[in-house]
């Protein structure tokens, strides 16, 4: 098991408080791996082993059909006797109704209570109703570039060429401990794809023409990091004479979004410093989610980059939009509480143009701003703008 200290540093403040803890992302990202983590936490804490009772909720691994109701008497009954007790539930979010059991089982004074789950309906208005203000989410993504360099610790590569494997396979676990060809990591991957759409997606939603889901995931993959809206999806497919409600467009979307396939980016009008309601980004979970269904070609770099700067920036529990300012657009502007970075990405500084840097010099505070590119001779410091390297970028301490 390599360590992925930063979620049990996220988890370690909410050790004991009367809340539950939910860690939710997308399959295969680590949550259960994260668990037994928390597992070795506790058990350094001198917490009894017979104390930590850890269940797993897929279909593989629950009776068909179980009630919540069946699931809390199962608990209540393995904690009975028993000083306090710390649940771990993988998956829950299987059990239909189950944060009624989770409310009740908080109600009681020996259970510490933390949850998995790869859909984020376990945020939905039904917690709300039952955890109101009880309950805490600590997001969790595929392996940042710090990680994936853990994870790749007896590799003979070079921190550049181990940057280039990331940048092509991306940040499953799974594909990040194995040493696979580029061709079986996208078979792994296109599994992983495949599940979440199945199960959580098209079974759940019961969506009678898969054919045209399918299309229109495709199109929002070919056009990960690019402004579009349902009506321009719409549009785009009657000219494939297919025929698909705006509405049904948005529903695909938003289960898209429950299933962390993608994750939107609202944009930000700089000037009046407001959330602008249309012309919104998408990004994926993670980059092989493209390559999976798309194969990769180096043409799709600068929309790589963007990417895996957006999970960055999230994974560091940043608010991220594209800034607008005035014509003028910015990759990316990241808030946190009282912070704030402005981001450009691009593969290299373009020879004629100074777009990157100049649209960067007309926003007048001083917060810090960086240009991000892949290439070495680009790098420095120009009018008080950094130009860092990805590599350099991602593994910053702090920015």
Not at 80 to 98: N, S, T, V
Not at 296 to 301: A, E, F, I, Q, V
């Amino acid at each position: 098991m390599i360590f992925r200290p930063d979620y049990i540093e996220a988890i370690k403040p909410f050790i004991n408080q009367p809340l539950v803890k939910i860690l939710a992302g997308i399959r295969r990202c680590g949550k259960s791996t994260i668990f037994e983590m928390l597992k070795e936490e506790l058990l350094s804490r001198n917490v009894p082993e017979s104390c930590i009772i850890m269940k797993r909720y897929t279909e593989m691994d629950i009776p068909e059909n179980i009630t919540a109701k069946q699931m809390y008497d199962e608990l209540i009954a393995e904690i009975a006797g028993k000083e306090k007790c710390y649940i771990l539930l993988d998956e829950i979010q299987e059990i239909k109704g189950w944060e009624k059991a989770v409310n009740s089982l908080l109600e009681g004074p020996n259970a510490d209570i933390y949850v998995t789950g790869s859909n984020s309906k376990l945020m939905s208005s039904e917690i709300s109703t039952y955890l109101t203000g009880r309950y805490v989410l600590i997001p969790v993504f595929t392996l940042s570039f710090r990680e994936y360099l853990d994870f790749k610790a007896n590799s003979t590569l070079s921190r550049r060429e181990l940057l280039e494997e990331y940048i092509c396979s991306g940040g499953f676990p799974i594909i990040a401990i194995g040493d696979y060809e580029t061709q079986p990591a996208y078979q792994i991957v296109n599994g992983i794809y495949h599940t979440v759409v199945s199960r959580d997606i098209v079974k759940r939603h019961r969506i009678n023409k898969q054919d045209l889901f399918d299309r229109v995931v495709k199109y929002v993959i070919e056009n990960i990091g690019k402004t579009f809206s349902a009506n321009s999806i719409s549009n785009f497919l009657k000219n494939e004479h297919r025929k698909i409600s705006v509405e049904s467009i948005y529903n695909y979307l938003r289960w898209l979004e429950q299933a962390f396939i993608i994750y939107p980016c609202a944009r930000y009008d700089l000037q009046g410093k407001s959330i602008l309601k249309t012309q919104e980004k998408y990004y994926l979970a993670d980059i092989s989610l493209k390559y999976a269904l798309m194969g990769y070609n180096r043409k799709m770099l600068d929309g790589v980059m963007e990417n895996i700067v957006f999970l960055e920036l999230k994974r560091r529990g940043y608010d991220v939009f594209i800034g607008k300012n005035d014509t003028k657009e910015i990759d990316f502007v990241a808030i946190r509480r009282d912070e704030k970075i402005y981001v450009q990405v691009c593969v290299q500084l373009p020879e004629k143009s100074d777009r990157e840097v100049g649209n960067l010099m007309e926003i007048k505070d001083h917060y810090p701003k960086y240009v991000v590119t892949l290439n070495d001779l680009d790098v420095g410091i120009e009018n008080g703008i950094k130009i860092v390297h990805l590599s350099d970028f991602l593994l910053s301490s702090q920015w």
